[in-house]
């Protein structure tokens, strides 16, 4: 693929160095900035975000224009005084990989995302939320944020404009629910990263009770792309594979022959990255299932691997395309084991604040682990599934339990005769194999 | 007492927020930068600095991981634990280190060398099975060997 059809990665440095501001501004960096501030009103670019189909990159999939369109405008309260937007740059969802790529490579990507959609939905202020291990990426940002206010990107009357914006690093420590964004915006806060009731939702009650526009890094530097090509060839992008414009960067992790990440098309079939892009399995392994987008995603099958990997699709066939990023189960690897490492995950970083979450995932560790112990019985199957269901959409606070029963009732149901095996035979069938 | 030195980049990073409690884990994270860990005797100090009380503060640090308020080695290990890890190799990588350095999780080493901490997916599943040490992400640790040098580069 050429680079144009590469947009978020077509230009990174060879030796994996971020791009400084001359090189970014080469490759046309920041044009859509000068073109927004010069000739788009605000509306007019959150009209071609609209138009592009760009949808979140963080998860939900949830369409960045209407997001934006949220954000009070006109003479009301809301709209005097500060307004926010934050880059979700937490990304601690096991098996996922991608933003850090786009932060060390391209800091500047981001920031020029950022400057277009303070610019559609009057923001003045935007910070960048970065996960606490992150020290690469927050090298990278701090760099390129310094840049920009050196050459009038940010700051006041930008490029005689008369828009403003400020823009701030936050390097975080630790804890999954910071991803959450109504938890993310506590802990910028300095508080705890416990969720907020939604409504409001932050668009209209956000960071310090102002309205907020939280997004996720791949989100973001799609913006620039489609502001300086269009939304007409940003739809184009995704050639016809799927309703979604744009690309997506894609990865595999787990016991194939190359795990890393590439952009491709939205609407790319799972079997096309498992199998030209990730190189198959590892010789020995035998593929035996997939989370297609992150831990909190249902798991797939070898029937399903011809699945088109965007938003609708993956859903279709029972599972999410979360961030795309996939984490495969290959055959020499026990599925109770692995279905016990996600729920240990989910349990560690529950915030605790509602009860299905903070004691039915810990309730399910205990199983699992006995389970993988050879102490399990029967009846602890169908005890998980009742987890599972009880941990389901509309018993909790945030996404965060939803998120743990995806893989926990998918990966029982398609691995049950495993589960049963290691109730049967009283050990981890994988564990005697091994050793 | 906080130092001149701490008190500095406290007030650069408050500069960020409008309200100094704001600031706080970070200002948190540069105390712990200077002194290893966050003991009570400095969290008091701190706290009173940004407007909060202790209970305050001790609630928003002991909420996350990377804030330590128990003593820890000159260096700390971070095991990625989580699915992408653990799918690669992550139980032989974590016996090998606890018994190269003869500590468990969340224990520290007699000479005080390294702390061995159990961490959520670093992002790098790409280079699968990996660790932290201090700032530096180590990954390809398959097999498990692969550690030991690394682990002498670090006092
Ligand atoms: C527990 C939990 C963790 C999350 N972590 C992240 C994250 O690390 N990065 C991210 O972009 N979104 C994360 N999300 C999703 C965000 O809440 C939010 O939907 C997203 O940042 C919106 O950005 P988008 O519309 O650009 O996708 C998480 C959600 C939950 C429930
Ligand atoms: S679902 Fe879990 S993480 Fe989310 S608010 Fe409830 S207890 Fe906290």
């Known amino acids: 693929m050429s680079n144009a059809e590469r947009p978020l990665t077509g230009d990174f440095r060879a030796d994996g160095r971020p791009l400084g501001i001359g090189e970014y501004e080469k490759t046309g960096g920041y044009l859509a900035l000068r ?51 934050v880059a979700n740059a937490d990304e601690m969802e096991p098996g996922t990989f991608k933003d850090r790529i786009l932060m060390e490579n391209n800091p500047h990507m981001l920031i020029e995302g950022m400057l277009l959609g303070a610019y559609a939905t009057g923001a003045d202020c935007a910070y960048i939320f970065v996960r606490g291990e992150y020290f690469g990426s927050a090298r990278a940002i701090g ?48 508080k705890r990263a416990i969720p907020r009731t939604k409504p409001p939702y932050p668009q209209v009650s956000g960071f310090m009770g102002r309205p907020t526009v939280v997004n996720n890094v791949e989100t973001l530097c799609n913006v620039p792309h489609i502001i300086r090509n269009g939304a007409e060839w940003f739809r184009g992008l995704s050639r016809g594979f799927s309703g979604d414009g744009g690309t997506k960067i894609y990865g595999a992790s787990g016991r194939v022959k190359r795990p890393g990440a590439w952009e491709l098309p939205i609407g790319t079939t799972a079997r096309e990255i ?16 997939l989370l297609p987008g992150g831990a909190s995603t249902e798991f797939l099958l070898e029937e399903h691997l011809d699945v088109r990997m965007d938003f609708d699709s993956v859903q279709k066939v029972g599972s999410r395309m979360g961030t795309g990023t996939m984490i495969i189960l290959d055959d020499r690897t026990c599925p109770v084991g692995m279905q016990l490492s996600l729920q240990k995950f989910f349990a560690r970083e529950s915030c605790g604040w509602c009860t299905p979450c903070r004691e039915g995932l810990s309730w399910v560790v205990h199983m699992l682990g006995a389970i993988e112990e050879g102490q399990g019985e029967m009846e602890d199957i169908d005890l998980l599934l009742e987890q599972a269901r009880l941990l389901a959409p509309g018993h909790t606070f945030c996404a965060l339990a939803p998120g743990a029963a995806e893989p926990l009732g998918s990966g029982v149901k398609y691995f049950r005769q495993d589960f049963e095996r290691h109730i049967r035979e009283k050990h981890c069938p994988w564990k005697i194999k091994n050793s | 007492m906080l130092s001149g030195a701490e008190l500095n980049e406290i007030e650069k990073e408050l500069r960020a927020y409008s ?24 969290l008091r100090d701190l706290a009173g600095y940004l407007e909060m009380t202790p209970d305050e503060l001790d609630s928003v640090a002991t909420f996350y991981p990377l804030v330590f308020r ?39 080493t007699a000479d005080g060398r390294f702390t061995l901490l159990p961490a959520a997916c670093l992002g790098v599943c790409e280079s699968a099975p990996a660790i932290m040490i201090d700032a530096d992400v180590h990954g390809g640790l398959e097999p498990p060997e692969k550690v030991d040098q690394i682990l002498n580069s670090y006092e």
């Not at chain 1, 073109?35 to 939900?60: F, H, I, N, T, W």
């Not at chain 1, 420590?173 to 910071?178: F, I, L, P, S, T």
């Open chain 1, 274 to 289: 498992l199998e030209e892009h990730a190189g198959g399995m590892r010789d020995g392994f035998r593929f035996r299932g």
């Open chain 1, 143 to 190: 760099k390129a944020v310094a840049e920009a206010y050196g050459k009038n990107y940010l700051g006041k009357n930008i490029l005689g404009s008369g828009f403003n914006l400020e823009m701030h690093l936050h390097m975080s420590a630790g804890r999954y629910m910071c991803g959450e964004e109504t938890g993310l915006l506590n802990s910028l806060e300095g």
């Open chain 2, 70 to 108: 128990r003593q820890v080695g000159r260096h700390v290990i971070l095991v990625c634990d989580s699915v992408s890890c653990y799918n690669v190799g992550y139980e032989e990588l974590l016996w090998h280190l606890m018994k190269r350095l003869a500590i468990g999780l969340g224990q520290t």
């Open chain 2, 19 to 42: 309200d100094r409690k704001m600031g706080c884990i970070g200002a948190l994270k540069i105390v712990q930068r200077h002194r290893g860990w966050i003991t009570d005797e400095a």
């Open chain 1, 35 to 85: 073109r927004a501030l010069k000739e788009m009103s605000p509306a007019g670019v959150m009209d071609e975000v609209k138009d592009s189909r760009l949808r979140g990159r963080g998860g939900a999939g949830f369409p960045t224009g209407s997001k934006w369109s949220f954000v009070p405008s006109g003479a009301d309260v809301f709209s005097s005084g500060p307004k926010f937007i």
